[in-house]
């Protein structure tokens, strides 16, 4: 599960990054992506609707998150002590107004709306409450003005009846809600749209997004349900398990799995910086897939593709049609078939591969004589690790 925080403003995210040392994973658009820790990315959006439903958008497509969580400071519309944290249940924008048309104020056309609602409240609600954090619930008003008290405040609170009121958090709503992706929010009370002295307020900004956020990072922790992914990933996958510093070129049984057996065409020797390329790997995949699926056992096969770290391929296949001693021969005369195959690479177009100019069929066949080289009088007694 993949967790997005969505910040206006860089100083927000400052407390956090301290305390994680996040890493920069992009800032494209003026807009700096973080990831904070495995599963948490962050961002600063910029200030105001546009740039937070540009960002929400632009983040969702790059990331495709689970869940998005807008943090940040709002004015409040109650007389609430500065530094609260408030869960947001609904978001409303007071600046969209369509009323000549007779709509009523705050309604969102085309999605025909006034309320954007966060996700399961309820759920949020019971992590705040399991972290010992005092907050209270309530509404934001959201819209492109940096509200003061006066008669704009007022209009606003005898409108919508809101609890706080900021720039971004109805317009990054709007995006999850037309994206499908589930959103929720968390503010601190900066300043008191009811106070007289509202401009006197002492609001340490620095010091309530560092309280704020290790609210947030928690919760965060909480949504992703980090314990139960602790325990999927202790289970060792069983190719890990292989001692990759000692294994050599070659072919080996990897598992099996029922009736299909994983084999593993070790091309290369692991962790010594040779490693085939990307066109090796990729025209290898296309040649050796096809002559496999076109031979003569061609249902016994499964599947055959590269490994992620560029040393060598997985052939699947099914055991009932194919023993041990089949696959070796199999993967021999493939490999003699690819070296004496002069016609054009197969799926070198557009509309059959993903990436096709990145094909060679003098790359096939230079890594595939190299291998075919280490297994040439390979027997079905040395497919052992
Ligand atoms: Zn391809």
Redesign the pocket.
């Known amino acids: 599960m993949l967790i997005g925080l969505a910040y206006a403003m860089e100083g927000e995210i400052d407390s956090l990054l301290k305390s994680c040392g996040g890493r920069m994973l992009d800032d494209r658009s003026g807009m700096q992506i973080y990831q904070i820790e495995p599963g948490i990315l962050a961002y600063a959006g910029g200030v105001g609707k546009v740039n937070a439903a540009m960002s929400a958008q632009r983040f969702i497509d790059l990331y495709h998150p689970d869940w998005i969580v807008n943090a940040g400071v709002a004015g409040s519309f109650l007389d609430l002590p500065i530094g609260t944290v408030v869960a947001v249940e609904s978001f409303v924008q007071h600046d969209v107004d369509t009323s000549p048309m007779g709509d009523p104020v705050g309604f969102v056309s085309t999605v025909n709306q006034i309320q954007f609602k966060t996700s399961d409240f309820e759920k949020i609600q019971n992590i705040l409450r399991s972290l010992d954090v005092p907050f209270i619930t309530g509404t934001v008003a959201t819209g492109d003005v940096f509200m003061t008290p006066g008669s704009r405040a007022d209009w606003i609170k005898s409108t919508f009846d809101p609890t706080l009121c900021e720039m971004e958090g109805g317009a990054v709503a709007q995006v999850c809600l037309r994206s499908k992706v589930n959103f929720t929010a968390l503010k601190t009370v900066s300043d008191r749209l009811t106070s007289e002295k509202n401009s006197e307020e002492f609001f340490n900004f620095a010091s309530a997004m560092e309280a704020l956020n290790r609210v947030v990072l928690a919760a965060a922790r909480a949504l992703r349900g980090k314990k139960e992914e602790l325990n999927l990933l202790s289970k060792t996958i069983k190719s890990f398990e292989v001692d990759h510093t000692t294994l050599l070129p070659g072919l080996y049984l990897s598992r099996r799995d029922g009736d299909v057996s994983t084999y593993d065409l070790r091309f290369k020797r692991p962790n010594t910086g040779d490693l085939l390329t990307n066109s090796e790997m990729?025209s290898v995949?296309?040649l050796l897939a096809t002559i496999l699926r076109n031979g003569p056992k061609s249902d016994g096969i499964v599947y055959f593709g590269p490994m992620g770290c560029q040393t060598g391929f997985y052939l699947l296949s099914n055991s009932k049609i194919l023993n041990d001693a089949d696959v070796v021969q199999l993967v021999k005369n493939a490999c003699r078939e690819a070296l004496d195959y002069d016609g054009p690479m197969p799926?070198n177009s557009a509309r059959?591969?993903?990436?096709?100019a990145?094909?060679s069929l003098f790359d096939a066949k230079n890594a595939i004589f190299c291998y075919l080289n280490v297994i040439s009088d390979w027997t079905e007694n040395r497919l052992k690790y």
């Open positions: 990729h995949e296309h799926g059959e591969c993903g990436n096709y990145n094909l």
